[in-house]
């Protein structure tokens, strides 16, 4: 099948080089041509397991292209055009739509009206109507959302829980169906209006399981529990299962908070005003601060205090640090007049761009310890883990480490003398 796939960030790039990689013929759009241009020589602009490596084999063999033009789509004739462009937290909380609104402006006017125009941008309630308002008539609109985790794209991609499709016309569904036909997994087909409420509803969800968990492990600290063993016994109910049960110093990304926020937004904007999803982000602002406070009763004085950081972003498995939590924790302890020496294995470019020259940059994770008093370490990579603990404790002026994934072996570093401090752990 001819597809185009509009935006070329990490949700098309991974719509478009996978879908390639099940045979389809596709055509990515962005409209910033320099980014166009890396993407021809095969660079993909951000980390992603595996993806560079489906990018370039599936340009070689001719399935997968770019342009800045959108105006090449109607060469091709698509079938079905992804809107993967992005739908950023404006002022007031709501999903700014103003991306999608000139891609459909764009499409009107160079695509034939019998393509398929699908929204996979994470949007409100009601978008697809609205987009088919700025479409005209003549097309058709689905929605059909993505639950791609970064730094596991690829993997959910061709393995997902489920594939949702928003459509009431069954030639919209029939050509999803085909659109997805290698992959194998449940399909739920609802309105346009479920399916968006869907994808709000699955991260509003996981978001508000963490900001419990949270809440529980500093209930924890309060009565000298363990929440390391709580979230073993409490996941072993199935009810309640075992993922996103981990507590740590708040979670980040660039779809939760913003999502959360969107969908209260959009009930208000309906009438509606709901009682238990602000919280979830009070919560989850308020958790990095109880960190901190942690940082700040162990050193009374952080003026002129060094700390090495390990990890800056959102998430193993991958570059992005949007609204990551060790941001929060960095800039923090930066007003506060400390100095801070960073590292993370991938995610460098993207924190130096942010951070600038306000903090050092190691080149290892074992040079960012050098004449520091404390470790931070706020991205769960798995080579923190197995770090060499004897040299580090050589290494650091005061032998204090404080783990804001809750997940280095805390036992093994206090037998090595380690002072430690987690979230809930006691
Ligand atoms: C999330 C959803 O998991 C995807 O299904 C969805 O498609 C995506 O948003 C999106 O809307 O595009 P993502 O933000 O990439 O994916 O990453 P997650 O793995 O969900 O992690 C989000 C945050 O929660 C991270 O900061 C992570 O460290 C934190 N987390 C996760 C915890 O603090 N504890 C856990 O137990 C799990």
Same mark, same amino acid.
């Given at each position: 099948?001819n597809i185009?796939?509009?935006?070329?960030?990490?949700?098309?790039?991974?719509?478009?080089?996978?879908?390639?990689?099940?045979?389809?013929?596709?055509?990515?759009?962005? +409209?910033? !041509?320099?980014?166009v241009?890396?993407?021809? !020589?095969?660079?993909?602009?951000?980390?992603?397991?595996?993806?560079?490596?489906?990018?370039?084999?599936?340009?070689?063999?001719?399935?997968?292209?770019? *342009?800045s033009?959108?105006?090449?789509?109607?060469?091709i004739?698509?079938?079905?055009?992804? @809107?993967?462009?992005?739908?950023?937290?404006?002022?007031?909380?709501?999903?700014?739509?103003?991306? @999608?609104?000139?891609?459909?402006?764009?499409? &009107?006017?160079?695509?034939q009206?019998?393509?398929?125009?699908?929204?996979?941008?994470?949007?409100?309630?009601?978008?697809?109507?609205? $987009?088919?308002?700025?479409?005209?008539s003549?097309?058709?609109?689905?929605?059909?959302?993505?639950f791609?985790r970064?730094?596991?794209?690829?993997?959910?991609?061709?393995n997902?829980?489920?594939?949702? +499709?928003?459509t009431?016309?069954?030639?919209?569904?029939?050509?999803?169906?085909?659109?997805?036909?290698?992959?194998?997994?449940?399909v739920? &087909?609802?309105?346009?209006?479920?399916?968006?409420l *869907?994808?709000?509803?699955? #991260?509003?969800?996981?978001?508000?399981? @963490?900001?419990?968990?949270?809440? $529980?492990?500093?209930?924890a600290?309060?009565?000298?529990?363990?929440?390391?063993?709580?979230?073993?016994?409490?996941?072993?109910?199935?009810?309640?299962?075992?993922?996103? @049960?981990r507590?740590?110093?708040?979670?980040?990304?660039?779809?939760?908070?913003?999502d959360? =926020?969107?969908?209260?937004?959009?009930?208000?904007?309906?009438?509606?005003?709901?009682?238990?999803?602000a919280?979830?982000? !009070? $919560?989850?602002?308020?958790?990095?601060?109880?960190?901190?406070?942690?940082?700040?009763?162990?050193?009374? #004085?952080?003026?002129?205090?060094?700390?090495?950081?390990?990890? %800056?972003?959102?998430?193993?498995? *991958?570059?992005? $640090?949007?609204?990551s939590p060790?941001l929060?924790?960095?800039?923090k302890l930066?007003?506060?007049?400390?100095? =801070?020496?960073?590292?993370?294995?991938?995610?460098?470019?993207?924190?130096?761009?942010?951070?600038?020259?306000?903090?050092t940059?190691?080149?290892?994770?074992?040079?960012?310890?050098?004449?520091?008093?404390? %470790?931070?370490?706020?991205?769960?990579?798995?080579?923190?883990?197995?770090?060499?603990?004897n040299?580090?404790?050589?290494?650091?002026?005061?032998?204090? +480490?404080f783990?804001g994934? #809750?997940? %280095?072996?805390?036992?093994?570093?206090?037998?090595?003398?380690?002072?430690?401090?987690?979230?809930?752990? #006691?």
């Amino acid at each position: 099948m001819n597809i185009v796939v509009i935006g070329t960030s990490y949700v098309g790039l991974v719509q478009g080089a996978c879908l390639a990689r099940l045979g389809h013929s596709v055509l990515c759009v962005d +409209i910033d !041509e320099s980014k166009v241009a890396r993407l021809r !020589e095969g660079v993909v602009p951000f980390f992603e397991p595996d993806l560079e490596e489906i990018v370039r084999s599936e340009m070689q063999a001719g399935r997968l292209s770019f *342009t800045s033009k959108i105006t090449e789509a109607v060469m091709i004739q698509p079938a079905v055009i992804f @809107l993967a462009v992005g739908t950023p937290q404006s002022e007031n909380g709501a999903a700014d739509l103003q991306y @999608l609104k000139a891609a459909a402006r764009d499409i &009107v006017a160079a695509v034939q009206s019998t393509a398929l125009v699908v929204i996979k941008s994470t949007v409100p309630p009601g978008t697809s109507k609205k $987009v088919k308002e700025w479409l005209g008539s003549d097309f058709e609109v689905a929605s059909n959302p993505e639950f791609l985790r970064e730094g596991k794209a690829v993997s959910d991609f061709f393995n997902p829980d489920r594939i949702v +499709i928003g459509t009431t016309s069954d030639r919209a569904e029939q050509l999803l169906r085909d659109v997805y036909s290698g992959i194998f997994t449940q399909v739920f &087909v609802m309105s346009p209006e479920s399916a968006e409420l *869907t994808k709000y509803a699955a #991260n509003t969800f996981l978001a508000s399981r @963490l900001s419990l968990i949270n809440e $529980v492990a500093n209930i924890a600290d309060h009565v000298g529990a363990n929440i390391k063993d709580v979230e073993a016994a409490l996941g072993a109910d199935p009810r309640i299962g075992n993922q996103f @049960l981990r507590a740590g110093a708040g979670f980040g990304g660039s779809c939760f908070p913003k999502d959360v =926020l969107a969908l209260d937004h959009a009930a208000r904007e309906h009438g509606y005003a709901p009682k238990l999803i602000a919280p979830i982000m !009070e $919560v989850n602002l308020g958790q990095t601060e109880l960190f901190l406070q942690k940082i700040y009763n162990r050193f009374d #004085n952080i003026e002129g205090r060094k700390f090495s950081v390990w990890g %800056l972003a959102f998430n193993a498995g *991958t570059d992005d $640090v949007r609204e990551s939590p060790a941001l929060r924790i960095i800039e923090k302890l930066l007003e506060r007049g400390a100095e =801070l020496c960073v590292f993370d294995p991938y995610a460098m470019a993207s924190g130096r761009l942010v951070l600038g020259d306000k903090v050092t940059f190691a080149p290892s994770m074992m040079d960012a310890l050098i004449g520091t008093d404390a %470790l931070l370490v706020l991205t769960e990579w798995e080579e923190f883990l197995y770090a060499p603990w004897n040299t580090i404790a050589e290494l650091l002026s005061e032998r204090v +480490i404080f783990d804001g994934k #809750n997940f %280095l072996p805390h036992k093994d570093l206090r037998d090595v003398g380690f002072e430690v401090f987690g979230i809930g752990l #006691n």
